[in-house]
């Protein structure tokens, strides 16, 4: 598969095909992803619930992006390779945001960064740019700034929260950000931001009027204890949860019965070789 460049996702736009992105947050989940097609690998700050342990994601720092991004990076050999910049990585000044940027793509091996918020980071995303890093920006629910919006709830309901949510894309895109991440905000909302737009919309549950869709990896494999709280937005495509788990049952009950390891997945010594060692 062709190496997929910032101008290829630039063509699936100009042509109006989906672009499809996907998270992996270490080398496997990256290699299925990478190797199942996704044009866009996201690392993202979720990696600090799904890889962690964390119960969110304004926890997470910049070394654990940074050693994530880079497993990842080892294992992404086609799709074009996204970070985000944690909470507290880039609010400081704009020159903390670019060294923030910077790192992920030097240590990381990302290609381009993610930033959540809104037009208050107009000048932050034309700096960063200007670097030579592209970037996304991430609009609607923010849930590093769930502390601030009262909870993962879904944005845009309200003409003036619409309104802002607009206002935010317009400002992002006119500061330089090449593609926006729309978060959790009714379809209709999504798609009339989308149309106004001249660079591509990756929706997250913002409906089928985004130019492109992502989903969290472990979310829509299913990779996780029944039971868990997931948002209204995924759909579950597969089951490893408990596929995993049924081979690891069935693993733990042959290691209790004795039927495992059975010959097949031993190895073999000669009658003589045998003698040899006993003598
Ligand atoms: O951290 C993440 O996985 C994200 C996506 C849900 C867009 O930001
Ligand atoms: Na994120």
């Not at 460049?5 to 992996?24: D, F, H, S, V």
């Not at 849930?143 to 601030?148: D, I, K, L, S, V």
């Not at 409906?207 to 869709?213: E, H, P």
Request: proline share 4%; charged share 20%.
């Amino acid at each position: 598969r062709k190496k997929v460049t910032i101008q290829t996702l630039r063509n699936l736009y100009k042509k109006g095909e989906p672009i499809a992105m996907l998270t992996a947050h270490d080398f496997p989940s990256a290699h299925v992803a990478d190797a199942s097609g996704m044009d866009i690998i996201l690392v993202g700050d979720s990696l600090g619930m799904v890889a962690l342990g964390l119960d969110n994601t304004t926890e997470v720092v910049m070394d654990e992006m940074i050693l994530h991004c880079r497993s990842v990076a080892r294992a992404a050999k086609s799709a074009f390779i996204i970070g985000d910049l944690p909470m507290g990585s880039y609010e400081v000044s704009a020159e903390q945001a670019i060294e923030s940027s910077l790192r992920l793509v030097k240590e990381g091996r990302v290609h381009g960064v993610k930033i959540e918020g809104g037009a208050e980071l107009a000048s932050t995303i034309k700096r960063i740019t200007q670097a030579g890093v592209p970037v996304v920006g991430h609009v609607g629910l923010t849930p590093q700034r769930q502390n601030a919006l009262g909870g993962f709830r879904v944005q845009g309901k309200s003409r003036a929260s619409a309104l802002g949510l607009l206002e935010d894309a317009l400002a992002m895109q006119e500061a330089g950000a090449f593609m926006l991440v729309l978060e959790a905000m009714p379809s209709e909302i999504a798609a009339i931001i989308t149309k106004k737009l001249h660079i591509p919309t990756i929706g997250i549950g913002a409906g089928k009027g985004c130019s492109g869709q992502v989903l969290v990896q472990v979310d829509m494999t299913g990779n996780f204890q029944p039971g868990r709280f997931v948002p209204k937005f995924v759909k579950q495509y597969a089951d490893v949860w408990g596929e995993a788990a049924r081979g690891i049952s069935l693993y733990r009950d042959e290691v209790k019965s004795h039927e495992f390891p059975c010959e097949k997945y031993t190895y073999p010594i000669t009658p003589d070789e045998l003698a040899d060692f006993e003598k």
